[in-house]
């Protein structure tokens, strides 16, 4: 079993930062990706931005300059930079992890979300 403890949500006011962390732990063999998504009141969740073993980086283009993805792959870690807050980023923010066990097979974990509230 993958265990994903989401940290760093808040309270926050237009133009200040925040910084999500997202720890994986329990039976890992190989990250494939990690990334965060989130999902507004009355919307579908979307990618905010995603990391992949190889450091490659994807972003949502209205996160693009003032978000920015990083890990520690050591500590199975994930973080999310977040600058320039606007209260259209107000959401809760999942950590999904991509995970391939020993037969390469390839399975999605979701944290438990954290809110995120940017206050105008």
């Known amino acids: 079993q993958v265990q994903l403890v989401e940290s760093g949500g808040g309270l926050v006011q237009a133009g200040g930062s925040l910084r999500l962390s997202c720890a994986a732990s329990?039976?890992?063999?190989?990250?494939?990706?990690m990334g965060w998504y989130r999902q507004a009141p009355g919307k579908q969740r979307e990618l905010v931005a995603a990391?992949?073993?190889?450091?490659?980086?994807n972003y949502a283009d209205s996160v693009k300059g003032r978000f920015t993805i990083s890990g520690d792959n050591a500590k199975n870690t994930v973080y999310l930079q977040m600058n320039s807050l606007k209260p259209e980023d107000t959401a809760v923010y999942y950590c999904?992890?991509?995970?391939?066990?020993?037969?390469?097979?390839?399975?999605?974990?979701w944290g438990q979300g954290t809110q995120v509230t940017v206050s105008s």
């Open positions: 999904n992890v991509i995970i391939q066990n020993r037969l390469g097979l390839r399975n999605d974990y």
């Open positions: 329990g039976t890992i063999f190989s990250i494939n990706a």
């Open positions: 990391i992949t073993s190889g450091a490659g980086t």
